[in-house]
């Protein structure tokens, strides 16, 4: 019964397989019939061409013929005549005129020997026959130039043979001709003389003029018809050609033009071969198929099922990508509402402090009253170190790398960290001492340790312990991608459950996560990497399954120790200095701007303050007599830099200072004037205003007396 079914299936498959290669043979057949016939069609476009130019040389010698210094063989004139052509044609490397002895009469550019000529085919010829001659490929005398004679016999006025007019055409011109023919694109054209010795190609005539063609080629110069066929052609090339063979043409030209058959058949040969191994395969399987029985269709069934699961899958992780990406540009927005809000907290902490300030300076003495002062300027310390990590959340700060103490940075944000691990886990310290400080941002790094306590903790849900340590490194014992130096090391090590190596080896990339869609953005560890980077150090990865997972930050040391607060502190000792200072404040925000007037008179400065630039410079127009501009950054209408670029047009003795609530992101480093970041201390914009004004520019302040009246 099988074999029954056998023999049927195939009895009808295989008329329908023999049909589908006919079918395809018949197609590459029709196809190659199409090449022919462009490869055909671009010869005769040539070859009519090519016989056009030589009509044209042969009317223009004839034309020529009737001058009569021409006519009368009269060599002086004769000669201006012939360069004055040669001139006009540079299609032509030379004109010459002989007697109808052969010998040279005249000739464009540098006298020739008389009988130089004399005995060449194509002076014979054109005596022998009395008509129009296409001689042979032959080069210049002096600058072996490749060029094709032509000569033109022509009568006197009584009707004798008189001469014989010669010109050279330049087959380097020729081939350059070919080479822009309209509508012989893509083709390689050759021009052969009769005798089969190569005239012009379009395509490197360098290589090929004045080389014989093959055999195969010779063979069809002297047929009588034009036709096509697939050959091999001088450069090896295997093609379909079109020619125009010499006997069919009255100039004894033969003319080629083919196409690259890899190029012009490439495609339908291999669609060819794909369709017929095709039908070959699908009979083969059908009747495998067939033999194999009913059983065979069950696993293709199930193997559709799996593709069909794999489909879906596939979608669904084209899901999991655009929600990550929706959420990558919710981080966006967020991050530019969040630069918006940290500028608008840095102008309340700049208030808040400069008022906490002014009232430690007028309650100086009273105790009490200092520490809660002291508290209240701590608290506002951590909120102007929030905006900071706010401003880092949004990417909208420059990196401020400067010495660091790791293990006092760490206690800083020591309660942060604790709350932000929550009540399940533990978190230990173990900070080595007397370590060296370190280069670093200090708020990136504080984001950075945070992002890895936030993934500690999700990585154990259950609860669990998270250590962060700091140690000095061992140079034998640095990253790869370190260079050789002196590093500290950073690391959070927690006991959850581990990363699997195809998931550790992708850790880092941006937006990669494991978490559920709309619980990561996949950028806390990128971010670490990033911050790692800029200060110039890196960030290894260990982590093994059931063992948890070790994060350690490469930090540089740092050969200068870091700013103390105190020192700052010390700073703000005297006002005598700047008494007498004249000062121009602008800030839109009215708030900021009353409590920095009354800072800046706390020292003893005059101050005029304004709301927005035009007010200031028209203020400014009036009365120029002030030392130094304080504006505002972003400000409505006329911005910082541009009021301050104003100011100093008018008053070119102006020193200034620009204050701002954002991060420029860079955009600091082109400004020529200093940059003071809100909020700030009343020691810092005394220390940037003593620096700009030279103690002699200002009066001194009286002694100051005590609380009994005595100085």
Known sequence: MRRRLMLLLTAVLLPIGLAGITNEVRLREERVGEVRADALRTAQLVNADVISLLQGTRNLLVAIAVIPAIRDLDGTACSESLTELRNKFDRYASVVLTGWDGMIVCASGKPMPADLIRDRQYITEAREQGRFIVGRYTETRESHRPVLPLSLPFRAADGTWKGVLVVTLDLKWLSEHLANLPNTAHAIIGVTGGDGIMLARNVDPEHFIGKPLPESGRALIDTKEAGALEATGVDGVARIFGFVPAGANMDGIFVAAGFERR???????????????????????????????????????????????????????????????????????????TAGLAHDFNNLLSVVLGNIELARLRLRGDNDTDRLLERAMGAADRGAGLTRQLLAFARNQKLAIQPADANQLIEGVRELLERSAGPAVRLRFDLAPDLPPILVDRGQLEVALLNLVLNARDAMPLGGGITISTRASDPQQLPADLSVGDYLQIRVQDSGPGMPPEIRQRAFEPFFTTKEVGKGSGLGLAQVFGIARQSGGTVALDSELGQGTAVTIYLPRSAVAPATAAADADRTGGTASLRGLRVLLVDDDGEVRHTLASVLGSLGITVEAFNSGVAALDHLSIDPAFDVLISDFAMPEMTGAVLAERAVALVPRLKVLIVTGFALGGAEDELPWPLLKKPFMLGEIEAILRDLTPSSNVLPLPPLRGRGGTP
């Open 263 to 337: 190029a012009a058949l490439g495609a339908i040969d291999m669609e060819t071969s794909v369709e017929a191994l095709c039908i070959v395969a699908a009979i083969t399987v059908a009747l495998f198929a067939a033999w194999v029985g009913l059983g065979r269709f069950a696993v293709l069934q199930e193997r559709m099922a799996a593709r069909t699961v794999e489909l879906a899958n596939e979608r669904e992780r084209r899901s999991e990508v655009e929600a990550v990406l929706a959420q990558s540009q919710k981080l966006e927005a967020v991050g530019q509402l």
